[in-house]
Structures are given as structure tokens and as C-alpha cells.
């Protein structure tokens, strides 16, 4: 049994609170990006109004298990500061003295960020010893960081096992309650889009969703491989030679009556891979050889969009074509409209993290789904059946 925080009262406690502050820096160390400080702001502000101290903590880049400037979380106890009102005490260890003393400054109102958990080898190696240190720093225990939930880590998962009173934050809540909606308890005609450079990555998904879904629709660089093990030439299109085989396999369910796998029927070509190119649309037997597969075509475009607005749950992994280029960003704009309009008429949708996050973004739908998750291989591996070591963690 996971509990919400929305069960509890942080009155008088100090609560260590796994967040995911891996946030982007632009040239000056200013953050680019706060849409992971923003997202987990609703539990941290519940905490202070219960009347807690959030003790916060969360890693930054790869610095390999060594201090490095680079890496310091300490922009973004600036950009707290800076952006919200309340105090913020910034520790120059996440555990130790340095944390200590940060903690003990602390009045209620104010928030703690400790520096970045990967400057110490054993967060990654998820020691005990560690683990345990991280815990002597407070009550309770509060993870809200989904995107880092598949990952056993000292701070994710060993801390965990150190307190009696644990519990999911707000948007760790979020994830997994929108992402069950599509693994366990969706409702039929349940439709996934499949897309992304590559199959390799996302095999355990698509064969984890032929068992559920009644459609698969596929799209991005990945068709072209399906395209080959149906003989078909492909041009200079994106091919992953060694899983030629595994999607013949992936067809060869389909037609078995497991799914309804979809493919596209025409493709947007490029000359070359970049925007300003020479651009035409082939059916998927006509690709000729020196063109590269670049987007999803026309009658594509509407046949999926048609089946998406018709759904009762919609998943969507991967983007449908090279959506950074805008002369190939129609049919992953498509899919985003598609979506908002099937959640106008009731279905659940949900966005699976990753590019197709991004790619939602950048069109201007994600307040118009369901759920975007944030967590791009957590989704992915939440989505595959798998228990994430940092869920099962919170269970009491
Ligand atoms: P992934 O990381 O595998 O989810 O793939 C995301 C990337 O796939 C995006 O950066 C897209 O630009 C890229 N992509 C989508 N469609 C194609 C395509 N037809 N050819 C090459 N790359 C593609």
C-alpha cells in the first residue's frame, strides 16, 4: 500500500523529499528550464503548509561520483530563492555537518536543498551506509521524483527502507495513478502510438501493449525497419538491420489476429535530413532510393487521427516524424491534436514521456491531455510492467 502525502500532516517534521531537480543551465548557470522545480512545487508547498521542513534532494547531470562545480545544485537554491518565497538553505554536502547545520537554520517556511546526491559514488551504488545518513536527517520520507523511480538508488530506494512513515509527493501520485490508467485499468477501444527513432528501446513496450491494445499505430524512424521485413525498399530511410527480424515477428502476431498493428500507407520524403530539402510524398511501395522516410503522410495522418479521436484510451511514445524540423512536424502535431480532441470526449490520454513530452510541448497541447508524464525511462519501463524499484519502495 503506497499513501499520497495527501494522508498525512507534516506539522513539527522535518521531511527528506526526493526530488528531480535535474534541470537544464544556460551559458551564465541560470536555469533554462523549471518545469521539474515547478512540477514538484505542489508538494513541497503542502509540506510548509502543514507546517513541516522539506528537506530536499536530488542529483544533477553525471559528475561520476565526484564533487564538480558543474554539477552543484547551488543555481538552483539561487533560482528558488529568487522565484518563490520562501528561504532557502543551501547545504554544500547532502549529508554530514554541512547538512546538518542547514537543517538546523531551518524555521518553518523555509525550504533545505541539499547538494547534488551524485557527488558521492555510493548514491548510484545505493549503499547502505549512505542511505542511512541521508535518513538520520529527518522524520518522514517523501519521494516525488517519478522520473527517477526506475532507478534503485541510495536516495530512491535504500532510504526508503530507514522510515516507518513514507509516502508518494503530488506528482509522483500523479504519474502513477494516470500511467495505471493505461497499464491496468483502461477501458476499450484502447489505442497506443508508437514512435521514435528506433524499435530497440521500446520492444518490451509495443509487445507489453500487443496484449492490451486494440491498435497499435506506428510512426517515426521505426517504420522503415517494419517497412524492410515486408520486403519494401526504404531509401536512405533509418533502418535498424538487426531487428529486421524481431519485426517480422511483431507482424507476423498481427496478422495472427493478436492486434491491429498499424503502419503508414504514404510517407513525407527528404532529399536530405535537414528542412530546407526537396520534399515528396510516396506511398509506402513507391520510396524511392535516394530519399530518406522524414514524416508520416496525408492519408497517415488522417487514418490515425481518426482512430485516436474514436478512443477510450489513448498512449502516445515517440514522435511520428523528425517533429524538430518543421517541414516534418505534421504528423506528430496531428497526433497531439488527435489526442486533445479524443480527451475532449472523454477518453483518458496520456503522453509517455521523453521527445513525444517535448514534442507536445512545443505544439502547445499538454494542458489538453489527460497526463504528460515526466519520466521518460521510468515511463517507459512502468509501461512495460515493471515495478519501479523507487514505487515499490514507498510501500508501508
Ligand atoms: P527516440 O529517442 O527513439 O524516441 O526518438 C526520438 C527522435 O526520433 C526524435 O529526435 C525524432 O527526430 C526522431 N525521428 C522521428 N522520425 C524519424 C525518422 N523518420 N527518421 C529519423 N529520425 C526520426
Known amino acids: 500500500m503506497i499513501k499520497s502525502i495527501l494522508e498525512t500532516n507534516f506539522a513539527?517534521?522535518?521531511?527528506?523529499?526526493?526530488?528531480?531537480?535535474?534541470?537544464?543551465?544556460?551559458?551564465?548557470?541560470?536555469?533554462?528550464?523549471?518545469?521539474?522545480?515547478?512540477?514538484s512545487m505542489p508538494t513541497i508547498e503542502k509540506i510548509i503548509a502543514d507546517g513541516g521542513v522539506p528537506i530536499l534532494m536530488s542529483h544533477l547531470g553525471r559528475p561520476k561520483g565526484k564533487v564538480d562545480a558543474k554539477y552543484s545544485l547551488e543555481p538552483v537554491a539561487k533560482f528558488l530563492d529568487d522565484n518563490y518565497k520562501y528561504i532557502v538553505h543551501f547545504a554544500n554536502d547532502c549529508i554530514g555537518e554541512p547538512a546538518q547545520a542547514a537543517i538546523e537554520k531551518a524555521e518553518v517556511g523555509d525550504i533545505v536543498l541539499l547538494e547534488n546526491l551524485r557527488f558521492h559514488p555510493e548514491e548510484e551504488a545505493n549503499d547502505p551506509e549512505f542511505s542511512k545518513k541521508l535518513a538520520s536527517l529527518a522524520d518522514v520520507y517523501v519521494n516525488d521524483a517519478f522520473?527517477?523511480?526506475?532507478?534503485?538508488?541510495?536516495?530512491?530506494?535504500?532510504?526508503?527502507?530507514?522510515?516507518?512513515?513514507k509516502y508518494a509527493g503530488l506528482l509522483m501520485g500523479k504519474e502513477v495513478e494516470f500511467l495505471s490508467k493505461v497499464t491496468e485499468n483502461y477501458e476499450h477501444p484502447f489505442v497506443a502510438i508508437i514512435g521514435g527513432s528506433k524499435i530497440s528501446g521500446k520492444i518490451d513496450v509495443i509487445k507489453e501493449l500487443m496484449k492490451k491494445c486494440?491498435?497499435?499505430?506506428?510512426?517515426g524512424g521505426m517504420t522503415f525497419t517494419f517497412f524492410k521485413a515486408m520486403n519494401l525498399e526504404i531509401g536512405k530511410s533509418i533502418l535498424e538491420e538487426d531487428k529486421i527480424a524481431l519485426a517480422k515477428e511483431l507482424i507476423v502476431h498481427a496478422h495472427e489476429g493478436w492486434l491491429n498493428l498499424v503502419l503508414p500507407s504514404?510517407?513525407?520524403?527528404?532529399e536530405e535530413f535537414k528542412n530546407d530539402t526537396n520534399i515528396q510524398i510516396f506511398d509506402k511501395q513507391e520510396i524511392p532510393e535516394n530519399m530518406i522516410g522524414l514524416d508520416l503522410g496525408p492519408e497517415t495522418i488522417e487514418k490515425y487521427a481518426n482512430i485516436i479521436k474514436n478512443a477510450k484510451t489513448v498512449l502516445w511514445n515517440g514522435p511520428m516524424g523528425v517533429f524538430e524540423m518543421d517541414n516534418f512536424a505534421s504528423g506528430t502535431k496531428a497526433i497531439a491534436e488527435a489526442m486533445a480532441i479524443a480527451t475532449q470526449n472523454g477518453a483518458v490520454t496520456v503522453v509517455g514521456g521523453g521527445d513525444s513530452a517535448a514534442a507536445i510541448n512545443k505544439f502547445g497541447y499538454s494542458e489538453k491531455v489527460s497526463h504528460v508524464s515526466t519520466g521518460g525511462g521510468a515511463s517507459l519501463e512502468f509501461l512495460e510492467g515493471k515495478v519501479l524499484p523507487g514505487v515499490k519502495a514507498l510501500e508501508m
Open 266 to 270: 504514404d510517407i513525407v520524403c527528404g
Open 214 to 219: 486494440d491498435y497499435i499505430l506506428i510512426g
Open 147 to 165: 522520473g527517477s523511480a526506475h532507478r534503485a538508488h541510495a536516495s530512491t530506494e535504500g532510504v526508503a527502507k530507514h522510515f516507518k512513515e
Open 12 to 39: 513539527g517534521k522535518k521531511v527528506l523529499v526526493r526530488v528531480d531537480f535535474n534541470v537544464p543551465f544556460d551559458e551564465n548557470m541560470q536555469v533554462s528550464d523549471d518545469t521539474r522545480i515547478r512540477s
